[in-house]
């Protein structure tokens, strides 16, 4: 199982990323996946999940109505889209197996939200 995320980086609160994730090794399209994510000294925080067809999403409440998760089966893509970012938004994300779990995470890609 290898899980790359990309698109991290610097961003101005307000602004907008979006990440991804590529999957390899495992029938991605049979399996719900999620974004986790770390800040500085605190633990794991989960922030979204989708269902194996992407059908259902779930989010965190402090993401919700400003980020949204998708996915594309065909290209064993995994995609989170953050906009209105917040300087509490600042963590390296996660893009794991399982929906709402994870068995298997990627090594992560940086976000920081600052002026």
């Known amino acids: 199982v290898q899980l790359v995320e990309s698109g991290g980086g610097l961003a101005q609160p307000g602004g907008s990323l979006r990440l991804s994730c590529v999957a390899s090794g495992f029938p991605f399209s049979t399996y719900g996946m999620s974004w986790f994510r770390q800040a500085p000294g605190k633990g794991l925080e989960w922030v979204s999940g989708i269902t194996n067809g992407g059908t259902v999403t779930s989010y965190a409440d402090s993401v919700k109505g400003r980020f949204t998760i998708s996915r594309d089966n065909a290209k064993n893509t995994l995609y989170l889209q953050m906009n209105s970012l917040k300087p509490d938004d600042t963590s390296v994300y996660y893009c794991?197996?399982?929906?709402?779990?994870?068995?298997?995470r990627g090594r992560g890609t940086q976000v920081t939200v600052s002026s």
């Open positions: 794991t197996r399982g929906y709402r779990s994870s068995d298997y």
